[in-house]
Structures are given as C-alpha cells and as structure tokens.
C-alpha cells in the first residue's frame, strides 16, 4: 500500500515539478522583458482606483515607458508632508496622467521646475488616474488627499470633454460593467462595484503574478474589444455606493451610505435630459446616435457642470482655490463636449469659476498629441511642455497672490 502511494506521489511531482519550473521561467521573462507586471491597481476604502504606491510596470502604448509610481501611487515625483511650500494638486485622466513620457517631462513636474526657478516654495503634485471621469476624481480628493499629509492649497481639475462626458454617465460610457464612478441627476457620484466570485480569484492572483495578469488583461481585452489605455482593470466589491456631506475639512466627511438607489435606478433607466432641469438653451443635435444619445449627453454635460461647481464652492469654503484647465481634444467634438466647454468659460467670466482652456499654441495634435507623427493619443513630449508654459503664466500670478494672502485662496 505504502508502494502505491509512493509510486503515486512520484509520479505527480514529476508532472507538476516541470510545470512549476516552465511558469517560473516564463514569470520571470514577462518581468524582466517588461511585457505585463503585477496589477498596480488598488482600490482606496473600496471607493477609487489608484495605483499601488511604489509599483512600476512597463507601458507599451503609443511610447513604450517605464512608469514608476511614487510614494502615494500617482506617476509623479514623490509628495512632501513638509507642510510648508504651497500645495497646487492636479487632478485629471490619462490626459495629466501622462505615463507615455517620463515623470521630470510631465507638464506637472515642468510647472514645478519654472516655479521654483521663480524662487516660488511650491510643490505641484499630479494624482491623475487614467480612465477616469470627474465623479472618480472628486471622491478621490474627498476620500483618499485628507489622510494623505500634503498640504493642498490650490485645486486644479484637468478636463478632457472628450472622455469625462462619456465616463460621467451610465449611458454613454463603459457602464454597466464591475467598476465604475457615475453621476447622479444632482451631480452627486455614485459608485458601482460588482465582482464575480472568478473575478475577485483572477484579481488577488494577478496581484502577485505578471504572467496571470498578462494572460488576464489579453483576454480581457479580446472579449471586450477594448486596449489597455480604455479599461481599469482592478476592481472593488459589490454594490453601490453614494457619497454626500461636505468638503474635506468637514469631520467624518465623506459619509458613506448605504446604497445609492438613483443610481440603481438610473443604471436601469437613464433619465432623460430633461428630467433634472428646465433649460432651453440645450438644443437637440440630430448627429448623435444612437437614438436617444443626444439627450444623454445633454444629461451628461449637466451632472458634469453641477459637480464642478459644487467642488469648486466645497474647495473654497475650506480655504483651497480651485481652478480648471480645459484641455483641447485631438480630434472633434459633439456638440455637448465644446458646451461644456463654452458653460465653464462663461463661469469663469461671469466670475463664478476660475478657468483655463489650453491652446497648445494652436499647433496641429499631430505635433503635440504624436509619437510616431502620425496617430493622435496624448500628449508627446512637446505637448507637456505647451501645456507647463500656459500654466506657468497662468499660475505664478494667483500663486505669488494666494501667498501674499496667507494661501487661503482667491
């Protein structure tokens, strides 16, 4: 009996001893090839994606670069809790995120450098996460920027139409799927997280094996016809979630609900664009399809402006100027996307908002948005460098003025 046993513990190590040595072996050339990594991804309290502080991996999108995560899990240099330099905190998608280019060529890391070459005490931080609309944004800086330790002292949101309209709605962007931040008819985000049980196993391996999370993200992929700039790829757990009460001086914000219901609803049944406001100077674009599209967008741009708008008033009765910069798209927008636009420069003129809509020096996104010269997607290295000398002329006057009055805001 004991033979038998033996005969058949011998003869499945011989079968798993090889196949163990194999994955090893190809483990350690998708590393060292900087073909996948382990999942940089986290979710902070369940609630927004951001990466894994310290992680790094290899893009191999538009410009192959190895993007290295700082100590807070953003591709930036690492943030300071020194307390005393002014504090400008971008937040913004793959469009600020920039991790086709190096993070000293970012147009964050630029705006530091001509600053403090002005002698300016500042410390720009970047916690951009690609894939990502205003509503993720938002609960990001409401949830995880109060216990991060960096001073903040100005706000600037990086707004990219082109995406955040799509990703700010259940109905015209990737939802419903496992993760995603939408908005609700008042602008409030309402989170959705809904993991199979095979989900959360292929999540917890791909976390320690870059060979799991290359075979996972291909397949992904090829299922949904998506690529890698397109999906976030880490997910939370179940359920919906609302987040409400005040800016983040508040004690105990944010609150967390139980369950956000209008988002339930809404993901079943997108509202109507005039469901949750009146207003007439929204006309209808015949362009858009599908049908029905057009007054979801409509919808889209109006939880978009509301929840600007609140963030911006929440961010002042804290004492923290806010700030947005409009960044131009690569190609054309629908009407909706250039009404948002048009809506916050006339905030901003109206005085109610602080507003910057980039230019790139009106140069062709084949310069600024091109590694190859030919296909369009974010920014290049000249690009960043068009958008840190707008921001440079923008910024030092309101910093050099929000110093003069304490950094307590315009």
Not at 118 to 130: P, R
Not at 161 to 179: A, F, M, R, T
Not at 328 to 352: C, H, I, K, M, Q
Not at 376 to 389: C, F, K, S, T
């Amino acid at each position: 009996m004991s033979d038998g046993r033996t005969s058949v513990g011998v003869r499945v190590a011989a079968v798993l001893i090889p196949v163990v040595l194999v994955l090893g072996l190809l483990e350690t050339v998708v590393r060292v090839t900087g073909l996948s990594s382990t999942n940089h991804r986290m979710v902070h309290e369940g609630l927004v994606v951001k990466g894994r502080p310290g992680s790094s991996y290899v893009n191999n999108a538009e410009n192959r670069n190895v993007v290295r995560l700082n100590n807070r899990g953003f591709h930036d240099r690492d943030w300071s809790t020194r307390g005393d330099a002014y504090g400008i905190l971008f937040f913004g998608d793959s469009m600020t995120e920039g991790i086709q280019v190096a993070v000293d060529s970012l147009f964050t890391s630029r705006l530091e450098d001509r600053l403090r070459a002005t002698g300016l005490d500042v410390d720009v931080m970047n916690a951009a996460v690609s894939a990502t609309g205003t509503g993720h944004q938002y609960l990001l800086w409401k949830t995880y920027i109060p216990d991060s330790g960096v001073r903040v002292d100005r706000i600037v949101l990086c707004l990219f139409p082109q995406n955040d309209l799509k990703n700010n709605h259940v109905g015209i962007g990737k939802g419903p799927e496992s993760y995603g931040v939408y908005l609700g008819p008042d602008g409030t985000p309402w989170v959705q997280r809904e993991e199979p049980f095979a989900q959360t196993i292929a999540r917890r391996v791909t976390n320690y094996s870059a060979l799991a999370n290359l075979v996972y993200t291909r397949l992904h992929y090829l299922r949904t016809g998506t690529g890698a700039d397109d999906e976030i790829a880490i997910l939370g757990a179940p359920g919906e979630t609302r987040i409400s009460g005040g800016g983040p001086a508040d004690e105990g914000a944010p609150e967390v609900a139980r369950r956000h219901e209008e988002g339930a609803d809404e993901r079943r049944h997108p509202d109507p664009a005039g469901s949750d406001e009146a207003d007439g100077s929204v006309r209808r674009h015949p362009d858009l399809a599908p049908a029905g599209a057009d007054s979801l967008w409509a919808d889209a741009m109006r939880r978009t402006l509301r929840l600007i708008r609140r963030w911006n008033e929440e961010a002042r009765a804290a004492g923290i100027a806010f700030s947005v910069a409009i960044i131009p798209s690569t190609d054309e927008n629908n009407f909706y996307e250039n009404e948002l636009s048009r809506r916050l420069v006339a905030d901003a003129e109206a005085g109610r908002l602080d507003v910057l809509a980039l230019t790139l020096g009106g140069r062709s996104p084949v310069k600024t948005n091109s590694f190859d010269g030919e296909s369009v997607g974010h920014l290049n290295y000249a690009g960043h460098r068009l958008v840190a000398e707008e921001l440079y002329e923008w910024s030092a006057p309101r910093v050099l003025t929000d110093a003069e009055e304490g950094g307590e805001g315009e």
